[in-house]
């Protein structure tokens, strides 16, 4: 299971930490984040390995979130920083094994948190 945390109301310009808890041990490769804005479709954001350090982001968050792992916590985390108004969603943690060139579909993943609600507003 995936327990996602973290979201918020926050001003523009603003940051948060948002977390995703995995119960038990996992075996996935990757753990990733997704969102979907009211009347979107899911998207991808940012992806890490559990185990390998490796990580991508989508092009609209880049240099503004990072994606990283506590390996022993068995908790990822995903730092958004000079959050606009256009990063407001709903934020899923997930969890899967696919190839690096899968990681950007939401149907290659198999394991799904309940979602935070990011809201970037003034």
């Known amino acids: 299971q995936l327990q996602a945390s973290g979201g918020g109301l926050v001003q523009p310009g603003g940051s948060l930490r948002l977390s995703c808890a995995a119960s038990?041990?996992?075996?996935?490769?990757?753990v990733s984040w997704f969102r979907q804005a009211p009347g979107k479709e899911r998207e991808f954001v940012a992806a890490?390995?559990?185990?390998?350090?490796?990580?991508y982001y989508d092009d609209s968050v880049e240099g503004r979130f990072t994606i990283s792992r506590d390996r022993v916590e068995n908790t990822a985390y995903l730092q958004v920083s000079n959050l606009k108004p256009a990063d407001t969603a709903v934020y899923y943690c997930?969890?899967?094994?696919?190839?690096?060139?899968?990681?950007?579909?939401?149907?290659?993943?198999?394991?799904w948190g309940q979602g935070t609600l990011v809201t970037v507003s003034s």
């Open positions: 890490t390995e559990w185990n390998g350090g490796h990580t």
């Open positions: 038990g041990r996992t075996s996935s490769r990757w």
């Open positions: 997930a969890q899967g094994s696919t190839i690096v060139s899968g990681i950007y579909q939401s149907r290659n993943y198999g394991y």
